[in-house]
């Protein structure tokens, strides 16, 4: 059973800037969009950032400017460069590998943005 396995995430003043990472245990084949997904406290799962395997990228209006998503769909790795951080960017950030038949999510990591 392939996992995602994420990394990066941890407590940050605001201001500041983290890098999250996933990476797949074992080859994902048919790969077309790569992302990242946050989800605060009371609030719906959404979509942070995307990458497709074109390398065209999608985000979030909250964080056009500040985040950037990179990776590489052949070693199914994905990442999340975040600066600028704020308070509201608090929440679980989800790694998510969508492929033709399917997709598969990381467990989570936990970012707080907090003084």
């Known amino acids: 059973q392939v996992q995602l396995v994420e990394s990066g995430g941890g407590l940050v003043q605001p201001g500041g800037s983290l890098r999250l990472s996933c990476a797949a245990t074992a080859s994902i084949s048919r790969v077309y969009v790569m992302g990242w997904y946050r989800q605060g406290s009371g609030n719906q799962r959404e979509l942070v950032a995307s990458i497709t395997t074109a390398g065209s990228t999608d985000y979030a209006d909250s964080v056009k400017g500040r985040f950037a998503s990179s990776g590489n769909s052949a070693r199914n790795t994905v990442y999340l460069q975040m600066h ?5 960017d608090t929440a ?4 998510n590998i969508k492929r033709q038949y399917g997709e598969y999510w990381g467990q989570g990591t936990q970012v707080t943005v907090s003084s």
């Not at 600028?84 to 509201?88: A, D, I």
């Not at 679980?92 to 790694?95: E, G, K, L």
């Open 84 to 88: 600028n951080l704020k308070p509201e």
């Open 92 to 95: 679980v950030y989800y790694c």
